[in-house]
């Protein structure tokens, strides 16, 4: 299955933004599907992931703020960032933790006044 993530901008301090992966097949079956960042300069690192049954993890950075869902009928997950910060700022990529794929383009978000 490929991962598409999409919904990213440009967003004052402490707003909001909520991000899709989309699957171009079923995300039923797989286990884990988790939210990644990189801003510029910076390693690669995990945001969240969201395991079968609905059990999450999130890097402690996040905490209280974002929150990921997934949609099997929809086939996608998503991000819910809220109060966000300029240190939020990254490309944000999906990708499934227990078999990594490609990373592709991912979705700008920038928090800036």
């Known amino acids: 299955v490929q991962l598409q993530a999409s919904g990213g901008g440009l967003v004052q301090p402490g707003g909001s933004l909520r991000l899709s992966c989309a699957a171009s097949?079923?995300?039923?079956?797989?286990?884990?599907i988790g939210w990644y960042r990189q801003a510029p300069g910076k390693q690669r690192e995990s945001v969240a992931y969201?395991?079968?049954?609905?059990?999450?993890n999130y890097a402690d950075s996040v905490k209280g703020r974002f929150t990921i869902s997934r949609d099997n009928a929809k086939n996608t997950v998503y991000l819910q960032m809220n109060s966000l910060k300029p240190e939020d700022t990254a490309f944000y990529y999906c990708n499934l933790p227990l078999a990594l794929q490609s990373w592709g383009q991912g979705t700008l978000v920038t928090v800036s006044s």
């Open positions: 969201i395991a079968l049954g609905g059990i999450t």
């Open positions: 097949g079923s995300i039923f079956g797989i286990n884990a």
